[in-house]
C-alpha cells in the first residue's frame, strides 16, 4: 500500500509532524490556509510562525522540565528543535530565537522536501477513512472547529496574549542597563528597565485604568497562567507583578548598586539587537494605551513599537476519554491530533505532540504498535497526561510533576532532576539504538 498522510495545519506541531513523516518515506500533503486567509494572529506566509514569545524556554537540560523535553526531541531528531538550535539569539538559559529566520529555515525544509505536497485548501472535513494529522492548533477555523467538535464532544477554551516588540533604537540607555539576572552588569543577554516604588505605583494605578480591547467571552478565570496578560495581573494584587515579570531580583543598576524596586526586562528578538520583546508583557490594551501606559517605564518613555501585544481565545479538545496515548483518536485510530489543541500547553510541546503523532501514523503504516515512551521521559508523560481520565483536565506545560519517580528517593532536588534527565535521555537513546 503506498503510503500517504495528511497534515493539516502548518504550525510548530504539523510542521513537526511533516517532516518526520516526509524523511521517512511517507508522501505528506500538508494543508494550512496561507497564503491565501490568515488567522486574526499570524501575519507570516511562513510556516511553524511564533505567534507569541520568540521565546522556547530553558535550554537547561538538568534542571528544567522543558530543556529536557528539546534534549529528548533532539534525539529523536526533531526538525523544530534543530531549526531553534539554528537561529538562536542569546537569552541567558533560555533558548529564544529569530523568529523570522525560525520559520523561513522550516518553511525551506518543507518546501524543498520531495515527498511533501503543499495545499493552500481549506480544510473543513475530517477523511475519516484516511490517515491525517489534525494539527490547526486553538485558532482553527469555524467550520473544522465546528467538525472537531461534532466528533471529539464540547471544547473548551482558554485566553492567550503575546507581548509587544519594541525597536531597539528607541529604548533610552540611560535608564536602562545590560545584565541577566545575578550577573555582572554591562554584560548578558538582557536590557533591564528599573523603576523606582513611585514609578511603579503610577505603573501599575495606570494598568489597572487603562483601557482593554473588547473580546466575545472574556473571563479572567479563562486565562492561561502561563500567558496571563500584565493588566490580569496587577488586579491580583499590587505586589503580583513585583513577584512576575518585574521581578528586580539578582538584577543590580549599576546607578545605585542595589536591586531596583521593580524591574522590566527585554530579550533581543534578533542577533542583531534590532528588536526586543518586552519579556512576560503579554497584554490586551488598545495599541494606544500599550504605548501609554508603558511610557511611564523611564527606560521606555519614547518607544517605538514594531509590534503591538495581542490576545486570542485558545480552544482546546478535552483529550482525554478521547485520544489515546499515540494522539490518535479512540473511535478512528488512524485520525491523530496535534499540538495545543490537545491540551499540551506551549511551543516546544506543542511541536513534542507532532513528533510523538508522526512516530505512531509511521508505526501505524508499517503494521507495527504504537510506542510508549513512559512516564520517565517527559514527550512520553506528556502524551499520558493528555490521554488519562481527569475530571479536571486543563492545559498542561512540561514539568517534572508528570515524570515518574526514580526508584530511589533523591533529597536534594538539584540532584533527583539531575537523575531524572540522565534515565530519559538513557531511554531515548535506547529507543533510537533499537529503531535502527
Known sequence: MKKTVKVVGGGLAGSEASLYLANHGVKVTLYDIKPKKFTPCHHSENYAELVCSNSLKSNDVFSNACGLLKEEMRILGSKIIEAADKTAVPAG??????????????????????????????????????YVIIATGPLTTPDLAKEIEA?????????????????????????????????????GDYINC???KDEYDLFVSELKNARKAELHDFENSKVFDGCMPIEVMAERGPETLRFGPMKPTGLTDPKTGRWPYACVQLRKENLSGESYNVVGFQTNLLFGEQKRVLSIIPALKNAEYFRYGVMHKNTYIKSPGVLNND??????????????????????????????????ALRKLNDLPSVDFGNKTVIGALANYVATPNENFQPMNANYGLLEETEKHIRDKAKRKEELANRSIAIMKQYMENEK
Open 151 to 187: 466528533l471529539t464532544g464540547v471544547c473548551p477554551y482558554f485566553f492567550d496574549a503575546a507581548a509587544p516588540i519594541i525597536d531597539a533604537e528607541s529604548i533610552d540607555m540611560s535608564n536602562a542597563f545590560v545584565s541577566d539576572r545575578y550577573g555582572d552588569a554591562g554584560k
Open 194 to 196: 528599573p523603576l523606582t
Open 93 to 130: 538559559r533560555a533558548l529564544a530565537v529569530n523568529r523570522e529566520l525560525f520559520s523561513e529555515y522550516i518553511t525551506e525544509l518543507i518546501k524543498s522536501n520531495e515527498n511533501i505536497e503543499l495545499s493552500c485548501e481549506e480544510v473543513t472535513s475530517i477523511p475519516l477513512d484516511e
Open 327 to 360: 494522539f490518535s483518536l479512540l473511535a478512528h485510530p488512524n485520525v491523530f491530533f496535534a499540538g495545543q489543541m490537545t491540551g499540551v500547553e506551549g511551543y516546544v510541546e506543542s511541536a513534542a505532540s507532532g513528533l510523538v503523532a508522526a512516530i505512531n
